[in-house]
């Protein structure tokens, strides 16, 4: 599929699509990757281990039966291994040490190569934990931060991988866009339950980063409620090992759902109390008790500024015209998916596409929370 279908842009990569492999330690290098993910808009090679530290403690993991990546020349592997992926995928490389400079060191090779660092702040096990590399950077915001900004000096786009659920997200993920990431990698994470798809719109009301969605994508079905409540991208990871053709199908289903509507992550409507802030864009005009009055709070603005902003919004494009419908406007009108004559019949009138529909929408509701941001009000959280 063309990148031109998504329009996924990052600094100096693209996505040609919004689905990804995963890193799984000691499994997603090239062969694996070349073999599952070849029609994947991101593969995430590793994790990495860049110092003897972490090589160490990878070396007890395996031990007791784990898989991982362990090297004498971790630097010389890592652009090896960038090189080897021939499916046009962009790359990323999920990597773990416990100071700063291989860290660094690894980012100009990654960078040289045309791909993205990814920073391992998710990893769990122990043997990483009590060496303070993976979800131990978590609880050390401070260095976590640090961290993203030496990093980032080298140019490189930086991916930062992070469990949810396991201290403040919030504040968490404000502290990683602060630093100066590019892309959170999200594992929503909810013990004994899956994705917890509450987390993820709230993460997507709360940062302007690229968000890439992890845990139990095993479906289209799976994807696309991610996709509705923010996520950029999805990741898979052991699914590919019972499904080896779902990369594929997933790559398929959304490419169709692209070509069809138009915004393939479209948000749920907010009155549901399930879609993100970008699903203002759907809401009526904010004359009665309903949940776009407490949605609009989070941005900072009123009823009048809200409503301003999207008659300001709608002046010269096709969604002025619609007098016909519910509040004379198309710019007020719901999803394209939710059933109404009234809405179709005006579409149908200007010679309108769903597609086309959609696609200002989607300018729609970046629009508003891009005003509301320049307004230095910003999402509030809670």
């Excluded at 090297?71 to 021939?86: A, F, H, T, V």
């Excluded at 993203?148 to 930062?160: A, F, N, Q, Y």
Aim: a neutral charge; proline letters at 3%; charged letters at 25%.
């Amino acid at each position: 599929m063309p990148d031109e279908l998504f329009d996924l842009k990052v600094g100096y990569t693209s996505f040609r699509n919004p689905i990804a492999l995963a890193p799984m330690g000691g499994m997603t290098d090239s062969k694996f990757t070349n073999q599952y993910a070849a029609d994947a808009g991101l593969v995430v090679l590793g994790g990495y281990n860049l110092d003897a530290m972490t090589q160490a403690a990878a070396s007890q993991m395996v031990a007791r039966g784990r898989e991982e990546f362990i090297s004498e020349n971790p630097m010389k592997l890592i652009e090896k291994e960038i090189r080897s992926i021939i499916n046009g995928s962009t790359v990323a490389v999920n990597v773990r040490s416990t100071t700063i400079e291989p860290l660094v060191e690894a980012a100009a090779i990654i960078r040289d190569n045309g791909a993205i660092i990814e920073l391992d702040a998710h990893c769990r096990q122990k043997e990483m934990t009590d060496i303070g590399a993976g979800q131990a950077l978590i609880h050390e915001i401070p260095r976590l931060t640090e961290w993203i900004r030496k990093i980032k000096e080298t140019g490189v786009v930086l991916s930062v991988k992070i469990r949810g659920n396991v201290i403040d997200d919030a504040a968490l993920v404000k502290a990683i866009e602060n630093a100066g990431a590019d892309i959170l990698h999200l594992d929503a994470m909810k013990e004994g339950a899956g994705a917890d798809l509450k987390l993820i719109k709230e993460i997507r009301d709360s940062t302007r980063m690229f968000l890439i969605c992890n845990n139990s994508v095993t479906s289209t079905d799976s994807a696309k409620e991610m996709f509705a409540r923010g996520a950029d991208m999805v990741s898979v990871a052991r699914g590919v090992l019972g499904d080896s053709g779902l990369i594929s199908r997933l790559v398929a289903d959304i490419s169709a759902t692209q070509k069809e509507a138009g915004w393939y992550n479209a948000p749920k409507h907010v009155c549901r109390g399930e879609g993100d802030l970008r699903g203002l864009a759907f809401c009526c005009l904010p004359v009665k008790s309903c949940p776009v009055h407490s949605n609009i709070k989070k941005l900072g603005l009123t009823a009048q500024q809200f409503a301003d902003m999207k008659i300001d919004f709608a002046k010269g494009t096709m969604l002025e015209y619609g007098d016909s419908t519910c509040f004379g406007s198309l710019v007020w009108c719901c999803k394209i998916s939710k059933p109404c004559f009234l809405r179709d019949g005006v579409l149908e009138t200007l010679g309108l596409s769903d597609t086309e529909y959609m696609r200002l929408k989607r300018e729609l509701g970046d629009y508003i929370i891009g005003q509301a941001n320049k307004s230095s009000h910003g999402p509030k959280n809670g």
